[in-house]
């Protein structure tokens, strides 16, 4: 089963990476940068899960599932920001006949409403929700990593 899990990770970023880098647009540059940070969360979560053993695999999947919300934070802020400098819901409208999706629904509301821009700013703000913990695991980590605070001297 492992080996298919990383059969099915290579496949799905060989797919996602000729889909993401077809045309050039920097909303693509911002779902490319989150699609591959997705990768490498997939990545350590696999490699975690299969060979490192009690410490490394709970450190390793901790800092995998991070890396996915982060990823997943960085998508939201990237839609949010591209609906709200464009002025339009139509990236969170589904293409088709039936957009009966709730986020399509949504979507609709608001632009009825003529609130596109705030439903970005919205959706921006979940997605700096989502990926500040993340922010705030990375950052910690790195200070912990860089050795012991200096003294303090009271006086």
């Not at 899960?49 to 990823?71: C, E, I, W």
Request: positive net charge.
């Amino acid at each position: 089963m492992k080996w298919f899990f990383l059969t099915f990770v290579v496949l799905l970023a060989w797919l996602g990476n000729r889909a993401i880098l077809e045309s050039f647009s920097s909303a693509r540059a911002v779902a490319g940068v989150a699609f591959n940070i997705f990768i490498l969360s997939l990545l350590i979560i696999w490699r975690s899960a299969y060979f490192f053993t009690s410490p490394r695999r709970q450190r390793g999947l901790v800092v995998g599932h991070a890396l996915l919300m982060f990823a997943a934070g960085i998508a939201l802020v990237g839609a949010g920001a591209d609906a709200f400098l464009a002025g339009s819901c139509e990236g969170f409208i589904s293409a088709g006949q039936k957009s009966n999706g709730m986020r399509s629904q949504v979507a609709i509301y608001f632009q009825n409403l003529g609130y596109c821009r705030e439903l970005g700013i919205g959706v921006a703000l979940l997605g700096i929700f989502l990926a500040y913990p993340s922010i705030r695991l990375f950052v910690g980590i790195t200070r912990r990593s860089s050795g012991p605070p200096a003294a303090s001297v009271e006086l």
